[in-house]
């Protein structure tokens, strides 16, 4: 069985430019959440989704967002790049809805220059 | 929300002797609490997790303990071996659904 993808594994951007990152869960999973990973603040929750609904969020500016398809894949976006976006991104899928075993990406490391 | 806390940040130990990492948690509404080992370059991998209505669980060479109570769990792997060194990582789920609260992560050192 497949595990979690997440790609591209590294990304270069510069300021104030665009990023579009993806994930592809375990077959059979509907739940995808998003954690940005920095070595100051640790893993922090991004938001989760749900058979295609943003089911949670957490405390990140509006330039974070994202969206799973119909086939549970999903996107994060983040538009106008800062510095301090510089971070590894971990996707994680998860079966079911709520209190499950949630399985993780090797991540995206986004460095922003 | 929910805030976890994690101790401690690093520990060394010799090979064959046991390592203990500890979190303590807010919330009383979490009712599952993984662990996860990261190893350099690589993403969190699930180790072993407990619910709340369940006070022990092992396998194999680690266990985890959860005191509801006190609002604290902890990890113990014995006869610790070199390829146990990795960061360490307990979390808590809030009751909302998959949302992780993460503690700051333990670097375990296995010394040969």
């Known amino acids: 069985k497949a595990g979690v993808t997440q790609t591209p594994r590294y990304l270069i951007k510069t300021r104030g430019q665009q990023v579009t990152l993806s994930c592809s869960p375990i077959?059979?999973?509907?739940?995808v959440s998003w954690y940005q990973q920095t070595p100051g603040q640790g893993l922090q929750f991004l938001f989760e989704?749900?058979?295609?609904?943003?089911?949670n969020k957490g405390n990140f500016p509006g330039r974070f967002s994202g969206r799973q398809f119909s086939n549970s894949r999903s996107e994060m976006n983040v538009s106008t790049l800062e510095l301090g976006d510089s971070a590894l991104y971990l996707c994680a899928s998860a079966a079911q809805d709520r209190d499950t075993e949630a399985f993780f990406g090797q991540g995206t490391r986004l460095t922003v220059v | 929300g929910e805030n976890v806390e994690q101790h401690p940040s690093t520990l060394s130990v010799q090979e064959g002797d046991s390592a203990v990492i500890k979190c303590t948690y807010s919330d009383s509404a979490s009712n599952y609490f993984p662990w996860y080992k990261q190893e350099l370059g690589k993403g969190p991998q699930l180790i072993i997790d407990?619910?709340?209505?369940?006070g022990e669980k092992k396998d194999q060479r680690i266990a985890v303990t959860l005191n509801k109570t006190a609002k604290h769990f902890s990890l113990h792997i014995t006869e610790t071996q070199p390829e146990d060194s990795a960061v360490y990582f307990c979390?808590?789920?809030?009751?909302?659904?998959?949302?992780?609260?993460f503690g700051t992560g333990t670097s375990l050192t296995v010394i040969p």
């Open positions: 989704y749900f058979s295609e609904t943003q089911r």
């Open positions: 979390a808590a789920i809030w009751y909302t659904g998959n949302q992780f609260y």
């Open positions: 407990i619910r709340s209505n369940v």
């Open positions: 077959s059979g999973h509907r739940s």
